[in-house]
């Protein structure tokens, strides 16, 4: 097991975890408009200037969050109860609930029982937190530190670890994600882009990492230094969207940009909600447990409420809110009668988390 450092649980990291989750809500809101059967080919793909800067933002930042989140709680989960109660961890609390969300889901819709809609990070995530936990037990019998290979007290060698990541992303990036903001996705279990998958492990563990680095981790600037993060997001992502969108300028250095803006947003978001979510809260306890079961259920009300709408006249920009809450709203409902005191929120939140403990 790797030597355990004293790790104070970062309720920051926690929301920022809950957030980027909810933001699936604001993605699949207008879902129903990259159905072409439902819409047309006319009307597919197509989007409100405004729409697409809200759900390209998203994109540009989201799922690299995500990969880097998992790596530091994996490093934690790792470092304090080791590698084989990690593995069975990842099984109970990814691979059960997304065999069972996807099965459902193609067995009323696609029927082909291989399609992962939106669980595809689920996938990702389980392969990778397999080979990881598999790496960690055999360090573990021939007694090698992984604390002590990616860790360093000299700066020069901490700068090219870090150089190194942002060199291999920006190189990774180009088969990764479209345009430098859309992320290459696999749609079945069989569609796996090696530069993708390669692609989001990099920033995985970037945050296996980051788990060693506690003055990042603790990252709480002030609120004039939270601005100039937000302006320069702000500006990096704007200057991503109008090279690519207007000018249709392509070179290697939008792969740059987009590693830049997405760097800069996830330090925003760090250092945003360490900032208002230091400690335990009622509303985190909440948002804790109510966001992973809504990733997981949202998809289907959404498209589903996105297609009422749709027919009665709505855009893809007007559909957006309202879609967000009917969808946010049935999915909890769905959660209280189906999940919340079932044996199944043992495999959701947890034995320890669920209202359902007869042992």
Not at 32 to 39: H, K, N, R, S
Not at 122 to 130: C, E, G, R, V
Not at 240 to 247: P, Q, S
Not at 348 to 354: E, L
Request: net charge positive; glycine share 4%; aromatic share 20%.
């Amino acid at each position: 097991m790797e030597s355990r450092i004293k790790f104070t649980r970062y309720h920051g990291l926690d929301a920022f975890r809950c957030f980027a989750m909810l933001m699936g809500l604001v993605i699949h809101a207008p879902l129903i408009f990259e159905i072409p059967e439902i819409v047309g080919l006319e009307n597919a793909y197509k989007y409100p200037p405004s729409a697409g800067i809200i759900l390209s933002w998203i994109h540009s930042w989201r799922m690299p969050a995500f990969f880097i989140l998992s790596g530091i709680f994996t490093q934690f989960i790792i470092t304090n109860w080791g590698a084989k109660y990690f593995l069975f961890d990842r099984f109970i609390r990814i691979l059960i609930p997304m065999l069972i969300v996807t099965t459902v889901l193609n067995f009323f819709w696609d029927q082909s029982f291989h399609t992962l809609y939106h669980l595809w990070f689920l996938y990702y995530l389980f392969i990778i937190s397999t080979i990881t936990a598999i790496l960690f037990i055999i360090a573990e019998k021939t007694k090698i530190k992984f604390s002590q290979i990616i860790t360093s007290n000299h700066y020069l060698m901490s700068l090219v670890l870090y150089l190194s990541l942002f060199a291999l992303l920006v190189f990774l990036t180009d088969g990764a994600r479209e345009n430098g903001l859309k992320t290459d996705i696999p749609k079945v279990y069989t569609d796996i882009n090696l530069v993708s998958f390669l692609y989001h492990w990099f920033w995985f563990f970037s945050g296996q990492i980051l788990y060693y680095n506690r003055k990042i981790l603790d990252f709480k600037p002030s609120k004039i230094k939270l601005l100039f993060y937000f302006i320069l997001g702000l500006i990096t992502h704007f200057s991503l969207l109008i090279l690519v969108f207007e000018i249709s300028f392509r070179s290697f250095s939008i792969n740059i940009l987009s590693v830049i803006s997405t760097l800069i947003w996830i330090i925003f978001f760090v250092g945003f909600f360490n900032k208002f979510f230091h400690r335990e809260s009622k509303i985190l306890n909440i948002l804790l447990e109510f966001s992973y079961p809504i990733y997981l259920i949202h998809i289907a009300p959404s498209i589903i409420f996105g297609f009422i709408m749709y027919e009665n006249g709505f855009d893809s920009l007007t559909m957006i809110l309202p879609n967000i809450i009917l969808s946010g709203l049935s999915s909890i409902v769905f959660y209280y009668i189906f999940i919340r005191y079932t044996p199944l929120n043992w495999c959701v939140n947890g034995y320890k988390n669920s209202r359902f403990k007869p042992f």
